[in-house]
């Protein structure tokens, strides 16, 4: 799976949108960009995925580059229960292979 | 929920025993996923399975085996425990079917070894 780079750490006023990015410059074409986020040690949990259209779905936005180098997860209106590590995967099949993720701290 | 189940949720054990963590999988899901989370190493990829064989490892310790029975269900069995063996295993599933499907996790097991 080609690797992915994210920021360490991130702020957001609540009710701002979150945007988090995400560089996978070695991506190749049959590999998928994953989003997934963990609250405090619990599952991680799916937000959403995308191949090379932007996608969208209840939780967040999913907008992907059209070279597929980058893509930004955002988060229209951010609360603090939002407060997760989000991590970014690509991924092409098998497992998901978690790097550091961002911290991303909703704060009111 | 995610709809994959772990027990036991917490456990303690003392060193060189061996526990035994398990994990059903989504309604359907034919492939478990094993992880480990350590606070000095994140999230790694443990063993992966599907269908009851085998389909790929990652950094997956000799001391730790795992299998998958034919109702589907998936455990992970843990030897010889060290005190760095003390972390939260999670367990996650896919349908694994088709292009692009996604991996759900469950709530972890929080092993303690002391």
């Known amino acids: 799976d080609a690797k992915t780079t994210q920021p360490p750490s991130m702020d957001c006023a609540e009710g701002r949108a979150a945007n988090l990015p995400c560089n996978h410059s070695?991506?190749?074409?049959?590999?998928?960009v994953y989003w997934y986020r963990q609250i405090h040690s619990q599952g991680p949990q799916y937000i959403i995925h995308?191949?090379?259209n932007n996608e969208t779905n209840e939780m967040a936005s999913l907008i992907i580059t059209e070279d597929r180098k980058s893509s930004t997860l955002i988060l229209p209106h951010a609360t603090l229960r939002d407060t997760a590590v989000y991590y970014c995967?690509?991924?092409?099949?098998?497992?998901?292979?978690f790097g550091k993720g961002t911290s991303l701290l909703v704060t009111p | 929920d995610s709809g994959v189940t772990q027990t036991p949720k917490h456990l303690i054990t003392a060193t060189g025993q061996r526990v035994t963590l398990r994990c059903s999988p989504r309604?359907?899901?034919?492939?478990v996923y094993w992880y480990q989370q350590s606070l000095d190493q994140g999230l790694q990829f443990l063993i992966q399975?599907?269908?009851?064989?085998?389909?790929a490892k990652g950094n997956i310790l000799e001391r730790f085996s795992a299998q998958q029975f034919p109702d589907l269900h998936s455990e992970l069995n843990l030897s010889s425990l060290e005190l760095g063996d003390s972390a939260l295993y999670f367990c996650?599933?896919?349908?694994?079917?088709?292009?692009?499907?996604?991996?759900?996790f469950g709530e972890g097991s929080w092993l303690t070894v002391v």
């Open positions: 996650a599933s896919k349908d694994d079917r088709g292009a692009g499907n996604t991996i759900y």
């Open positions: 070695t991506i190749s074409g049959n590999e998928y």
């Open positions: 995308g191949l090379k």
């Open positions: 995967i690509v991924h092409s099949g098998y497992a998901l292979n």
């Open positions: 309604s359907g899901d034919l492939s």
């Open positions: 399975y599907y269908n009851g064989e085998e389909r």
